[in-house]
């Protein structure tokens, strides 16, 4: 959860690095939020209220992360524009996403496993 919250707490930080653990913890937290928040709208009646706000609330942070992400690998947070070709540009952001840090320090600053370790 520290994870996520962390993610959170940097809310429209795009510059820096963010290693995979927190891309992808962030990435299931807000698919399980999203989940349960089309659930509890469903048995309320509401459709998709509580979610599309949700989805609202979390597209800045999950810009963010995403373009974080990106510089671990030394690419650039633009890349993320990728994702409007379907299908294609979200296979490969995927790619990226799965991709190691690189070893030291790199021009969006340093390692975030150094930092962790």
């Known amino acids: 959860m520290n994870w996520y919250l962390g993610v959170l707490k940097k809310y429209a930080i795009f510059n820096g690095r963010a290693c995979r653990k927190e891309y992808w913890v962030f990435g299931l ?50 890349w993320l524009l990728i994702n409007l070709i379907p299908v294609i540009g979200t296979i490969i952001i995927i790619m990226f996403a799965v991709e190691d840090s690189r070893k030291g320090a790199n021009k969006y600053g340093p390692n975030p496993k150094e930092k962790i370790a």
Do not use: K, Q
Request: glycine share 10%.
């Open 29 to 78: 937290v807000n698919f399980i939020i999203i989940l349960a928040l089309n659930l509890l709208g469903r048995s309320l009646g509401i459709g998709d209220i509580l979610e599309n706000i949700y989805i609202l609330s979390a597209f800045i942070p999950t810009l963010a992360v995403g373009a974080r992400r990106l510089h671990d690998i030394n690419r650039s947070g633009w």
